[in-house]
């Protein structure tokens, strides 16, 4: 076989690897680390995944804490002098708070210390108390973000896989969102 062949080969058998029975995504080992923007699995181990009419109920209950995990733009490199930087606006689920860059599958030290700290905080240091981790549709930052909980000890995890997306599409409202600091 021509090593081009070979390569194309071991890249579509790699990619079918990744994917259960009738092409639904399989849920990864580790977190994602790259393309977070595709195709979710329809499961978080350890976590109970909604849609947006729970989410609804729960946001409405007032005892759950919502956590948005989409990404913040971050200042763009060699602006010239005197730019105005203005962060681009983020819509959020009202009710939410906005963790920005705690979905990526790698975390700096100071960026795990933030949602460890900031995720306590939401939570009143009650690991029991149940969390709903959101973005967008086919994103897997919030599904990161869900299993990095988990790994942190919380019991009551909740995905909301199509986030924002489903939010609005159920015909509920988005607000401007502000990151937590």
Same mark, same amino acid.
């Given at each position: 076989?021509?090593?081009?062949?070979?390569?194309?080969?071991?890249?579509?058998?790699?990619?079918?690897?990744?994917?259960?029975?009738?092409?639904?995504?399989?849920?990864?080992?580790?977190?994602?680390?790259?393309?977070? *923007?595709? /195709?979710?699995?329809? +499961?978080?181990? %350890? &976590?109970?995944?909604?849609?947006?009419?729970?989410?609804? @109920? $729960?946001?409405?209950?007032?005892?759950?804490?919502?956590?948005?995990?989409?990404?913040?733009?971050?200042?763009?490199?060699?602006?010239?002098?005197?730019?105005?930087? *203005?962060? /681009?606006?983020?819509? +959020?689920?009202? %009710? &939410?708070?906005?963790?920005?860059?705690?979905?990526?599958? @790698? $975390?700096?030290?100071?960026?795990?210390?933030?949602?460890?700290?900031?995720?306590?905080?939401?939570?009143?240091?009650?690991?029991?108390?149940?969390?709903?981790?959101?973005?967008?549709?086919?994103?897997?930052?919030?599904?990161? &973000?869900?299993?990095?909980?988990?790994?942190?000890?919380?019991?009551?995890?909740?995905?909301?896989?199509?986030?924002?997306?489903?939010?609005?599409?159920?015909?509920?409202?988005?607000?401007?969102?502000?990151?937590?600091?």
């Amino acid at each position: 076989m021509l090593p081009g062949a070979a390569l194309s080969l071991c890249l579509v058998l790699g990619t079918a690897a990744s994917y259960g029975a009738e092409g639904e995504v399989a849920e990864p080992e580790a977190y994602r680390i790259d393309e977070y *923007r595709s /195709p979710v699995p329809k +499961t978080l181990k %350890g &976590a109970r995944v909604i849609g947006a009419d729970e989410a609804e @109920v $729960l946001i409405k209950d007032g005892k759950t804490v919502f956590v948005d995990v989409f990404p913040r733009a971050p200042k763009p490199p060699n602006l010239p002098e005197g730019t105005v930087w *203005r962060d /681009p606006t983020h819509m +959020t689920i009202d %009710g &939410a708070h906005w963790l920005p860059n705690v979905g990526y599958g @790698v $975390l700096s030290a100071d960026f795990e210390v933030y949602f460890k700290s900031r995720l306590a905080e939401l939570t009143g240091n009650d690991q029991t108390r149940p969390v709903v981790f959101f973005c967008l549709k086919d994103c897997w930052m919030s599904w990161n &973000a869900g299993k990095r909980a988990l790994s942190l000890g919380y019991t009551n995890v909740i995905w909301f896989p199509e986030g924002t997306d489903a939010w609005q599409q159920a015909g509920f409202d988005l607000v401007k969102a502000t990151p937590v600091p």
